[in-house]
Nanobody
C-alpha cells in the first residue's frame, strides 16, 4: 500500500502563487510516477502533471508555463508549484501515485482545496 497526503492548499489571490505538497509513504519501491489532477464540481478530473522515478516530468499544455512539478527524494515528497493563478484554477487538487506490481495500482490522496479569489 501507498499512502499520499496532500497539503498546501488555501485561498490565494489572482496572480499569486501557491505550492502544494504530496508526501508519500508506505511501499514506495515500485512507484512508477507521482502526479497531480484537479477537479471542479460538474467537470471531469483534469490531469495536470507527473514526475517519474527518473526525475523526468511532464506538464499539461493547459497549465504549462504556470505550474511546475518537482520532487524531494529524501522526503518522498512531490510538489506542484502554482504560479500566476487564475480564478479558473479553483479546484480540489489530488495527487496520485502509480505502482508497478503484477499490475498497475493507482493510489490517491484525499485532495486539497485551492481557491483563487480576490
Amino acid at each position: 500500500q501507498v499512502q499520499l497526503v496532500e497539503s498546501g492548499g488555501g485561498l490565494v489571490q489572482p496572480g499569486g502563487s501557491l505550492r502544494l505538497s504530496c508526501a508519500a509513504s508506505g511501499r514506495l519501491l515500485n512507484i512508477i510516477d507521482i502526479g497531480w489532477h484537479r477537479q471542479t464540481p460538474g467537470k471531469e478530473r483534469e490531469w495536470l502533471a507527473l514526475i517519474n522515478r527518473d526525475g523526468n516530468s511532464n506538464v499539461a499544455d493547459s497549465v504549462k508555463g504556470r505550474f511546475i512539478i518537482s520532487r524531494d527524494g529524501a522526503r518522498n515528497t512531490v510538489y506542484l508549484q502554482l504560479n500566476d493563478v487564475k480564478p479558473e484554477d479553483t479546484a480540489v487538487y489530488y495527487c496520485y501515485a502509480r505502482e508497478s506490481m503484477l499490475r498497475i495500482n493507482t493510489y490517491w490522496g484525499q485532495g486539497t482545496q485551492v481557491t483563487v479569489s480576490s
